[in-house]
């Protein structure tokens, strides 16, 4: 079966004089800014640049609700969701409660199979066995209107932390934090979850500074800069766009984590997946801590991710160790999903000509693990370059279907549901999330009219977008670019991430040997037309019935300069992108 049809596209190159003239490598300003950035001052990440606390709406009510809470003893319980973001934004909320000398502060994470997403009444029902005073909610919340009016009929308060995008009614609880709900005007809109209730603990500190709370208990002001480790880690994990401000963010989390000063559940989870904390960059939190603190939501309870973020040097390692191997359990049942799914896929239009595949994307096999259906619908996704959803069964042999959707730039997958919703009503029973990933409930019975429904509005929303699939080059490199030393400035002179994305380059190369290694990676050592250095490549999941090919001289590639490390030994790799045979 094909993929979509993948080009490669040159970004329009911006001058930068202002970025050379401060010392920046030629190369990188160019990279810098096409990006956007062409002044120094733009580049600077201190953590004095950050946006103030108070232009969030509702930090400074909600410090008060809670020092209010802490200043009379009350117990406070926060209620998370079960993905990264949701794990680093309880465990930081744990956390610097206690330092601010909070006793009674509790977390419950509602377990996907049994609650589902956020706030509902039937979690409202198992906290209120907890007796709180006050509810939090991080990185979920914004949606629950019946959640947070069956809190506050049980007279408990309720402040409501999000970051995912409102809708038309908001809960009625006593303060809503959300940059994302009317009337905010707090600039970045891209922040996460666990950025949300990081700040509100920084309008919480300054509240509690004033009402003189740390001298009159003899407690040293926390520094919240130690929470830091799990804002980077819980906003690269959420594939939130990488503003200005959440540069600064995750920048200043990964020093920490690269000085020695992370938490140990973060150190333990670095290293079983066999990363350094002394180089880390934000891929490595996105695709090597993340998916591992992922599947602990995925296939069992979210408290193991969290205590393991919480873990003393003691504790840390067996946390880690179970996420492990809950990782490599996901993996297994995930690839028999895709097999199942390649399956399904075959009885689309797939196998003649990419172009008649449908707007958007719709699976449904009975069995199927609702916990993996996201990362599913993530790898059809970008197989297809289609909005894709996956379903599975809410509980087995229930009535009621759960979906996970992942969509690409330029179709916003919630403002498409909403549609759908809007245009049939009764057809979705209950749907969230933002841009680029949602999720949704619908009844069994109405999944073919969904499917239809959903296409069809996918083709309307995205009428003028070109479906193929496009990687974005920032040109080719000369000869003498090909180094050790640009590819280490190029690797720490991000953070690189969404919609701030690592440097793709792309050129033609000689190939001077070509082998498979594992199953489908292809290991190659090329050779530039204008040089005869000799540089090491790997392509990544590359086609087995094209690769290796002994008769092929040239390639065209798009790839990115990266810093092998094998046996204490560093050298320069290209780590290939996309690659097309060329005469």
């Known amino acids: 079966m094909p993929g979509a049809t993948r080009s490669i596209r040159r970004r329009r190159p911006e001058s930068a004089p202002a970025l050379v003239a401060a010392g920046i490598h030629p190369l990188l300003a160019r990279v810098y800014g096409s990006r956007g950035v062409l002044l120094p001052e733009e580049l600077q990440l201190s953590f004095r640049e950050l946006l103030a606390p108070q232009t969030l709406k509702g930090a400074s009510q909600a410090a008060v609700l809670v020092a209010d809470a802490l200043a009379a003893g009350q117990r406070i319980l926060i209620i998370g969701d079960f993905d990264a973001d949701g794990a680093t934004s309880t465990a930081l909320g744990i956390t610097a409660l206690r330092a601010f000398g909070a006793t009674d502060v509790h977390y419950l994470v509602p377990n996907r199979f049994q609650y589902g997403y956020g706030l509902t009444p039937e979690i409202v029902a198992l906290a209120s066995g907890l007796q709180p005073d006050l509810i939090i909610t991080v990185d979920n ?70 009402r003189g709370w740390f001298a009159a208990r003899g407690l040293q002001e926390p520094a919240l800069v130690e929470c830091l480790d799990l804002v980077a880690l819980g906003t690269v994990a959420d594939v939130v766009p990488l503003d200005r401000n959440n540069r600064i963010l995750v920048a200043a989390g990964l020093q920490r984590i690269r000085s020695g000063r992370a938490r140990p559940g973060i150190n333990a989870l670095l290293a079983i997946a066999g990363r350094d904390a002394a180089t880390v960059v934000a891929s490595d939190l996105g695709f090597a801590v993340g998916p591992r603190l992922n599947a602990a939501g995925r296939l069992e309870d979210m408290s193991i991710g969290i205590e393991c973020l919480l873990a003393t040097e003691a504790t840390a390692t067996g946390y880690a160790d179970r996420l492990q191997q809950l990782n490599l359990d996901r993996r297994v049942i995930e690839q028999d999903m895709q097999q199942e799914a390649l399956t399904l896929l075959a009885t689309l239009p797939l196998h003649e000509d990419i172009n008649t595949t449908p707007a958007g994307i719709t699976l449904y096999e009975s069995g199927w693990h609702q916990g993996v259906i996201g990362i599913l619908a993530s790898r059809i996704k970008d197989r297809l370059h289609r909005p894709t959803i996956v379903f599975a069964d809410a509980e087995p042999g229930g009535n009621e279907l759960k979906g996970s959707a992942r969509s690409i730039r330029g179709i916003h997958i919630r403002d498409v549901l909403d549609a759908v919703a809007t245009r049939s009503p009764g057809l979705i029973s209950r749907f969230g999330g933002h841009a680029m990933a949602a999720g949704l409930s619908l009844p069994r019975a109405h999944y073919e009219a969904f499917a239809e429904a959903f296409v069809a509005e996918v083709a309307h929303h995205g009428r003028d977008l070109d479906l193929e699939v496009v990687i974005e080059s920032d040109g080719e490199l000369c000869a003498p670019d090909f180094g050790l030393e640009l590819a280490t400035t190029l690797r720490f002179a991000g953070p690189w991430g969404q919609h701030f994305p690592e440097p793709v380059f792309d050129g033609r190369f000689r190939i001077v040997q070509q082998r498979l290694v594992g199953a489908r990676h292809l290991k190659l050592v090329l050779m530039p037309p204008d040089s005869d250095e000799l540089i090491d490549a790997i392509a990544f999941n590359v086609d087995t019935g094209a690769w290796p090919n ?34």
């Open 550 to 583: 002994p008769a092929q001289e040239w390639l065209e590639a798009a790839y990115r300069l990266d810093v092998n490390e094998y046996r204490g030994r560093r050298s320069l790799q290209l780590v290939i992108e996309q690659l097309q045979p060329v005469a």
């Open 141 to 210: 919340g914004i949606s629950s209107i019946d959640g947070v009016a069956a809190a506050r009929a049980l007279g408990i308060n309720t402040l409501v932390t999000d970051h995912h995008l409102a809708g038309a009614q908001l809960p009625a609880a006593d303060v809503i934090v959300n940059p994302n709900q009317p009337g905010c005007g707090f600039e970045s809109k891209a922040i996460a979850g666990v950025g949300v209730i990081f700040y509100v603990m920084l309008a919480l500190r300054a509240e509690l500074r004033e």
